[in-house]
């Protein structure tokens, strides 16, 4: 994408960062909410992927890439950053995108919870392994995309996110509290990251299969939420482990199963015959109120 290009130093590491052009979209002449506005509005959940592209060129939100240095490496982990409006300190919820990387529907989701009053900080974690070092926009195809997340080890994959968030919990006008959240591949990350991360405030998984190791458990410090499909029968059969560990630990998880609801039917949201976007509207109205409720601090 075109733009400008600013270096800045935050804490001592250069930090490369690419304004994106055009990405305020059209004037909106609306009021902007007051951070105490944004927190009783819940508004309808982002686009499916057909919408996405059309959606970001109208948000009036401003976003911008940022290259976030990784220890041990020379490549940097791509990063788009979508804020609210507003001028006031918003806490900050860390997306972990599908198997099929950084695309404009993940982005489109950042900035759905940009308007609900987050900032929404998406990491490619592809970045580096493309060709030339690239990240998901290097790659040819989806299929190739899908098999370069699978080579990713996991410890890579969490390495990732800490640099990630690190960066974020340290950026301006942020309370320095964080959530993640993920969908398929990436639920599954965010629920393995509540397990390896304990600086986290709240974890969502969408359609992410569960930890399949009972002993790591014991290990997650963030309250879960587990939305997933009805019809998505390889993931809903990890459910009882979560909910019997978490149990077991005195953890808090929170799950619902949406029936009819297949898997990815948040960018999926045409399909089922209108029970995936039924899925959708309930599961992010429960998002967003999960949200709030454990950053608010």
Excluded at 124 to 144: H, I, K, N, Q, Y
Aim: with cysteine.
């Amino acid at each position: 994408m075109a733009g400008a290009r600013r270096r800045v130093a935050r804490g001592g590491v250069a930090i490369v960062l690419v304004l994106a052009a055009g990405c305020a979209g059209p004037a909106v002449d609306t009021q902007v909410e007051t951070a105490t506005e944004l927190a009783t509005r819940i508004t309808d959940p982002p686009p499916s992927e057909a919408g996405a592209a059309d959606a970001l060129a109208a948000s009036p939100r401003h976003g911008e890439w940022v290259d976030i240095e990784l220890a041990g490496s020379d490549r940097p982990i791509t990063t788009w950053i979508v804020r609210p409006e507003g001028a006031f300190d918003a806490p900050v919820v860390l997306v972990v995108h599908e198997i099929f990387g950084l695309t404009d529907w993940v982005r489109a989701v950042a900035d759905r919870l940009a308007e609900n009053g987050f900032v929404a900080v998406v990491p490619d974690l592809l970045s580096g392994m493309g060709p030339d070092g690239g990240g998901t926009a290097s790659v040819a195809s989806r299929d190739e995309v899908v098999r370069l997340i699978r080579s990713l080890e996991p410890a890579d994959a969490m390495a990732r996110l800490d640099a990630v968030r690190d960066h974020a919990v340290a950026l301006p006008a942020t309370t320095g509290r964080i959530a993640a959240l993920g969908f398929c591949w990436g639920g599954s990350t965010s629920f393995a990251y509540a397990v390896t991360q304990p600086h986290l405030q709240a974890a969502v998984v969408y359609y992410g299969s569960s930890p399949v190791e009972t002993a790591d458990y014991h290990l997650v410090g963030a309250p879960v939420l587990g939305l997933y499909g009805g019809d998505d029968e390889r993931v809903n059969a990890t459910i009882p482990t979560a909910e019997r560990e978490m149990a077991r630990y005195g953890k808090h998880f929170e799950t619902e199963i949406f029936a009819g609801a297949g898997h990815g039917f948040l960018r999926a949201q045409e399909g089922r015959h209108g029970a995936n976007r039924e899925a959708s509207v309930r599961a992010w109205r429960r998002t967003i109120e999960f949200l709030r409720r454990y950053t608010d601090g």
